[in-house]
């Protein structure tokens, strides 16, 4: 065998590493590949090298837009040192001006002078014209047509391949951009749904349409008068609103396929504060009640202002105990601008073994609001609630205050929640490229099939860190950059023995962190195994359930690998396929896959890759049932306690127009059935976004023989020859996979040799 020298070792290695530095630094990235022959004209006729030539180009075109031009590399595989060859590719760095890149106007000398034929020489005269500005006479100019924000960030690249084809001769398909990458991976795919999709591949304009409509709903809910109790505030939490949703809220302004399961509708959550009052009585009961009379009142007044809005039962509170069956129903007609409106509310029973608390519900019923397609959620809000809800009454009668599971939900929920909503959405007002950042981090996260396992309010806190980590005279103007730096934190981190602390605004002074990681060191144990805190939350709430020490192993080693190919396809080399980034690589480590009906999929524009449609007729069976017809209207959906159910009817013929249902996704749905089901002996993985194959890894120690045992033997059946022992009923487990899911079932597959189906 023979070794190569120990030299050349350490150079490659050098040069991996001096790589991996240029992937963290550089806003832009470009490489010039297989251009030999202009390279090598270029060499000829210059007296300084391609690579330099280049660089003085690409200077002088991007002038004020870039505050670094820098030549990297010459060559692949090349050393630094190495001399340059003029056959050899050419890779550029890009430090971008916020302030400038994205100017759709290049400036040029007034007309008629010396330096105006300079400048149309560089540029070409079909590309200069003469524009007259307010702010200065008549000018040179080129002016870039940009029709969105992701054409505007497209800029530098048509800049850089514009230039290079005109004074290099270098064809534009030989330049390999690197600027906004991974920008596809957020663009809607234009699937059969009955849609109007954003024109922009990243849709900045529907959040602003989105912000904007909920700014006027805010000023008019503020405006109301004559309620009882003033209105405080208006607030929300949701991630839409700060620009840090994976996809914006499409309006539901569509008609419906019966051959296709009905777009996911999301609803924008909105929480109205009303004032602290002694008019406010103590009883929980009488406080829910109390609200809905605020939601019919607030209802009334909107609706007279060109709004549709109705009152709906809400979903029931969900407390220990054995889950039932919950159907409610109302019928409420009022009014709109436009339509009235009918809302009917179904439940079904809630199935399996975990009774564990898992949601709380301040009202009985909501306030629905619908405006430009959108839809409003309304939640009365009184503060005084959080207190109250320490309450706890003892068997003698007396009472005492504690810190309830309730307390802390409604403590996150309208405390907590809205501190770091405040705060996120502060970065996204100072920092142009955190919501898309964060928008790409969430995307990465969920494709991995890690979502729930790793929440989005801790996802965006780590990009936080990446930007409040960034000097304030190198501010993180990409977002591939700032991306990059997010799977470089995941990949290097030292969670074991290191908290992550994002100090907002620098509320926390230098002996506060100090405390803090102190207090980490000497409690470890007690903390999560993702420990990352705030200045309004010093117990990492929003990690206390997830991610595990495993999912967190996991997460590290794909950010580590993620980290290297982005490196690769920021440089210019391998495969220049953006979205293999995002695509898991979990096909080999399943136990079982559970495939489902892609026209079934609520998500399906918002898939990765688009994958064609099964025939409408076709009929597919599942695994352990019987055929099961294909029609999105005649199939048993997976559904939760009060689903509502709401139907647009036009106002003047009284006729329905839709049946829309919202914050209907079944694949999560489905998925969140499987693991209050089957939670405790497996875990489900699944891509929010339009994922079609849920992955099913057993828990090895939760499904381990153990002694009979009435009050475990859920999941389980008898075996062994005294009957003494139970083990996990794999085969009923698959059945039951297939019977949850009928209709979105396409066909379940055990990859498991592990365990034998009885």
Not at 46 to 54: C, F, G, V
């Amino acid at each position: 065998m023979k070794r190569k020298p120990q030299e050349d070792v350490d150079t490659l290695g050098t040069e991996k590493q001096r790589k991996r530095e240029w992937n963290v630094k550089y806003d832009h990235l470009f490489s010039v590949v297989g251009a030999d022959a202009a390279l090598d004209s270029l060499a000829r006729s210059l007296k300084t090298s391609p690579a330099l030539y280049i660089e003085d180009i690409v200077r002088k075109a991007f002038g004020k837009r870039v505050t670094q031009v820098e030549v990297l590399a010459t060559g692949d595989e090349a050393p630094p040192k190495r001399k340059r060859d003029a056959a050899s590719a050419i890779t550029i760095g890009l430090l971008l001006n916020r302030h400038e890149y994205k100017d759709v106007r290049e400036l040029g000398p007034e007309a008629f002078t010396a330096g105006a034929k300079e400048f149309q020489e560089f540029w070409g005269d079909d590309n200069v014209q003469l524009r007259k500005f307010h702010d200065r006479p008549l000018s040179e100019a080129v002016i870039w047509k940009a029709s969105s924000e992701a054409e505007r960030r497209s800029i530098c690249a048509r800049i850089v391949k514009q230039v290079l084809k005109r004074h290099a001769a270098i064809d534009g398909k030989l330049v390999r951009y690197a600027g906004n990458v991974w920008d596809e991976t957020l663009q809607f795919q234009k699937v059969s749904f009955p849609i109007k999709f954003p024109k922009s591949p990243t849709s900045e304009e529907v959040f602003q349409e989105i912000f904007q409509t909920y700014t006027t709903l805010s000023t008019d809910l503020r405006n109301i008068a004559d309620l009882p109790l003033n209105i405080t505030s208006v607030r929300s939490v949701a991630p839409a609103l700060r620009f840090t949703e994976v996809f914006p809220p499409l309006p539901a302004t569509f008609k419906l396929n019966a051959n296709f399961v009905q777009p996911f509708v999301q609803s924008i959550p909105v929480q109205v504060v009303l004032e602290g009052s002694a008019k406010w009585p103590e009883n929980r009961a009488a406080i829910a009640r109390l609200k809905t009379a605020f939601q019919l009142q607030i209802a009334e007044v909107l609706k007279a202002s060109n709004y549709a809005a109705v009152v709906t039962s809400g979903s029931p509170t969900v407390t220990s105990g054995s889950a039932g069956t919950a159907t409610t129903s109302s019928t409420l007609r009022g009014a709109g601008s436009q339509f009235l409106l009918e809302v009917g509310v179904e439940g079904t029973r809630r199935k399996g073994n975990d009774l564990r608390p898992t949601a709380y519900h301040t009202s009985a019923t909501e306030l629905q609001v619908w405006k430009n397609g959108w839809c409003f959620t309304l939640e009365i809000v009184y503060l005084g609630e959080i207190q109250l809800s320490r309450k706890v009454t003892l068997p003698d009668g007396r009472t005492k205050l504690e810190d309830t599971l309730e307390h802390n939900f409604l403590k996150r929920k309208f405390d907590l929640d809205v501190k770091l909503s405040g705060a996120l959405g502060g970065f996204s007002r100072q920092f142009e490229s955190f919501g898309l950042t964060c928008r790409l981090a969430k995307r990465w996260i969920s494709s991995q099939l890690l979502h729930p396992y790793v929440p989005p309010e801790i996802v965006e806190l780590i990009v936080a860190y990446v930007y409040l980590h960034e000097s304030r005279e190198e501010l993180l103007v990409s977002s591939d950059l700032a991306f990059v730096k997010f799977l470089s934190i995941l990949s290097n981190f030292d969670w074991a023995k290191s908290l992550m602390i994002v100090n907002f605004n620098d509320e926390l002074t230098s002996p506060e962190v100090n405390q803090l990681k102190q207090e980490f060191s000497l409690r470890r144990k007690e903390y999560p195994p993702m420990c990352v805190l705030t200045p309004f939350d010093n117990t990492s709430t929003w990690s206390a359930e997830g991610p595990t020490s495993l999912v967190l192993k996991r997460l590290t080693l794909l950010a580590r690998a993620a980290f290297e190919a982005s490196a690769q396809l920021r440089l210019g080399e391998g495969v220049r396929d953006a979205k293999a980034l995002f695509r898991a690589p979990m096909d080999d480590q399943a136990d079982c896959v559970i495939h489902l009906k892609k026209k079934m999929v609520a998500r399906r524009h918002e898939m990765l890759d688009l994958v064609e449609d099964l025939p409408a007729e076709q009929s597919v069976k599942s695994e352990d049932s019987k055929p099961v017809k294909g029609n999105a209207r005649k199939t048993n959906q997976p559904v939760v306690i009060s689903m509502p159910h709401l139907e647009l009817v036009d106002a003047k013929s009284n006729k329905p127009i839709n049946n829309i249902l919202v914050d209907f996704d079944t694949v999560s749905l489905y998925v969140e059935s499987l693991r209050n089901t089957y939670g405790n002996f497996a875990y489900f993985f699944v891509d929010l976004h339009g994922g079609y194959t849920v992955h099913v890894v057993w828990k090895t120690a939760a499904c381990q023989p153990v002694p009979f045992d009435a009050d475990r033997s859920f999941g389980r059946m008898v075996s062994g020859d005294n009957k003494a022992i139970m083990s996990v009923n794999v085969s009923a487990m698959v059945e039951d996979f297939s019977l949850l899911g009928r209709g979105l079932v396409q066909r379940v597959e055990l990859r498991s040799d592990k365990w034998t189906i009885v």
